[in-house]
């Protein structure tokens, strides 16, 4: 293309971008407490999308963009992105890498919108990271989200496959080692910037996300001591949502010994309450399963007694003393701690 066509095309491009965004509904929207914005955040280090160039070149993208499937939504994309855009698809799942940015339509308005993340670590922080977005709808609105931790890891994902947005995700190592991640994705009227936080940590593997389970998170609990319990979840409509039954206790060693009698609630094989149990003194359980992903906002855990059966407590939690309490009883007055003495 000779350089006065390409000046023309940019020209009317840049123009139909500017018109076009002149009616987009750009919202600002304000930041959780979680997610203050920096003073400084860094400058984009490719332009935004709809500013001055519109047709990036498409190879942005982090250079270990893994396969796009046969269904993967970069063969369905809308005309008027340019290849290489990321626009969604089953089990995409692309890791960000810090310092470039991606293509991606994250709002589903056909406009190009871009991401960056960055490592903005400066001297005696900890471990400092920044998600970025710029979106083509309104170019000179930026959104950014930060996140301290050792490793820093970001994705794009796709949870649900029908609503037209992506979803940015950002793990964070937390407060007092309570780690959580923070998700971002446009709102369903495609205005403003959502930001949610998910209890617990995504562990960098192979595939973090899939369509059918969602993405891996492990979490610390209080209950039956401190706990590793795990879970998949996804974003639905109203924000994070599990996507199996519950929490699972992942490390529990020898088990818990019952410090007295104990009744509960018997399990049959489909897990549904059938009648009472009694845990002998001296008996071992093993915690399996909890509904909450803290002590505080678990209703019950399933324990293992030494004949394999299953049985129920329920889970209450005491806001005053912050003792997690098993049908109405202290729990370390009802079990002893595998490494108690
Ligand atoms: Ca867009
Ligand atoms: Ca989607």
Redesign the pocket.
Known sequence: MSTIKRFFVITLALMLTLAAASFAGCTHNGRPDAAEKPEKPPEMTAAPAGETDPLPEASAAPTDEPEPTSDNALDQRPVGLPEGTVT?GADLCIELVSGETVNCDID?DERLDTLLFNDISEAGDDRHFMVTVSRGACPDEQESLEAFSIEGHAWIV??????????IILTDDGESGDPSSSVMRVDAAGKEIEIFRIPGVIIDEESPFTSENGFRTISETGLMGSQFIESHMRIGADGPELTEEGWRFTEVGAGYEARKELTATLLDNNGEPAGEAVIAKGERVRPVLTDGEYARRSTYVVLELEDGSRVRMDVTFNEETYQVMLNGEEQFACFRLPDEG
């Not at 796709?158 to 979803?167: A, K, N």
């Open positions: 969604g589903g796709d949870c649900d496959l029908d609503d037209g947005r992506l979803e």
